[in-house]
Structures are given as C-alpha cells and as structure tokens.
C-alpha cells in the first residue's frame, strides 16, 4: 500500500492512496486518527482492508503533509554512502554518523522548501526514509526488518555554513521548512528488498543524484540495531538513511538551491517527492499580501 498523511477542507487525515484516488482512513477507522497511532496499535491489517473500498477524494484534491507529521524521533545518518564519503573526504566511520531533525522543519510533498534568510548555500539531499511500526530496544540484525513499517522519499535539505559552524550538524539541518518527507509511505509487502531501488535526485529535472540503495554503508539493519541500542524505537519514529555523491557543496562551482527552483526525490518502487523552493522573504510577502 501507498500510505499518505494529508489535509483536506483544512482537516488532517491519512488513508490509502490508490490509482483512482484517496481512501481516507482517518475518517474511517476514528480509534486510530493519524499513521502514527494507527502504527502505534498495531493496525495496518486493519487499514489494509480498507484497500478496496471507493476512494473518497482525488489525490489532486488533498494537501500532502509530511508522511508521518509527528514522529517521535527523526535520526538522520550522515556519510552513509561511499560516493558520498569519497566527496566529502570522511574516513569511512567505524558507527553511523547520526544527528537529529524536529519534527517541524519538515514539509509534504508539493510544499515549498524555504531557503531562510540567513544563507545562500541551501544544498539538496536525496535520501531513503525509514519508518518504524513495531516498537523495540536492543533488536538484532536479524529482526531488524520486522519493525519496518514501510519507505519513503526524503529531502535533507541543508543550509551548509550552519552545519559546519561546529562538529554538530543540528543548526543546518533544522531550519524551518527545509525538510521534505513524503508522498507517501510504501508499505514493506510492496517492497521486500529496499536494496534493490535505486535513488535519483533532480534539480530543475537535471539528475544530480543517483545510486542504487545497495550503496548503504550502514545498510537498514545495521541503522535499527545500532539506534535501538541507545534508545527505543516506538512506531512512526524515522530514521533518514543518508545521501550519495552529488551534493551541491562537492560541486565546482557549488550547486545551491534557491527561489523558483525544483527539486525531486525519486525511489524505485516508492515514487517521487517534488518541492519548490522559495527564499524565505518571499514567503513572507505571499503570506502578507
């Protein structure tokens, strides 16, 4: 199934997304109003049997939120894949290289991705997100998929100069609006070996990105081992798996995103994430006329 959090006549839902439409889920199954809680419970055989039912809306009609809209934890891998490695100059890391996003510097698909005020080097960066829908501490590589709910696209949109004012990358990659998560989650059924797809990034429909997710340094065992030591992994918690060679900070001369740009994130077998970018006055000037 393709599962998607979205809003319609201003009321946020999720449901199924179908090649006829929407089926909302949220209208249909009250005790679980959001994917998070009905990852929470345990329910996706629940939301599976809604597959067959008529849509309620065209996906044209509905505003795409974040695919989950609030996570608990959102852990984003750094330098996760060998081209990557190679451009930044990092040693291959003995662990994964994990830093933490906010749930609200986050966007949906089709919704802007904000360049801020403070800096120019807004850099793109297409990733594979990972979302959890069993809880666990201490899982075993061996088990590890199990607590799979499904895959999405994901942008870790990065304001550069912040990330590297010290060794932790959290200012530049928390920014209001810099984040883009979705269409849709792909459940795991629909995807047996992730290792298989291949991701690509485009700019303006240029492809600046591309690698198969087999590139994985740490691949999506290694990651749900190694955060579920530190920590619990409750359902709709993300972990963002990292990106491959490409980045716009590698390039000469740099490739930063800016104002009336389009960005996409596309996966083999999940889909393609699209935002536009805008600089963030000019946000401010549609909101205030």
Partial sequence: MKVASFTISGTASYGI????????????????????????????????????????????????????????????????????????????????????????????HGQPMIRPLESERFDYEGEMAVIIGKAGRRISREAALGHVAGYACYNDGSIRDWQRHTSQFAPGKNFAGTGGFGPWMVTTD???????????????????????????????????????TFTELVPGDVIVTGTTGGVGAYRTPPLWMKGGDTVEIEISGIGILSNPVKDEGSVAATRAA
């Fill in 17 to 108: 997304v179908t090649d006829k439409g929407v089926i909302d889920a949220g209208k249909r199954l009250k005790a679980t109003p959001t994917l998070k809680a009905l990852l929470t419970k345990g329910s996706l055989d629940a939301l599976k049997k809604l597959a067959s039912e008529t849509p309620d809306y065209a996906l044209a009609d509905v505003a795409l939120l974040p695919t989950v809209p609030d996570p608990d934890k959102i852990f984003c891998i750094g330098v996760n894949y060998a081209t990557h490695l190679a451009e930044s100059g990092h040693p291959t890391p003995a662990h994964p290289m994990i830093f933490t996003r906010f749930a609200n510097s986050q966007v949906g």
């Fill in 190 to 228: 629909e995807l047996t070996d992730v290792t298989k797809q291949t991701l690509i990034t485009r700019l303006n429909g240029v492809e600046v990105q591309k690698a198969p997710i087999s590139d994985l340094v740490f691949d999506v065992q290694a990651l749900i081992a190694y955060c579920s």
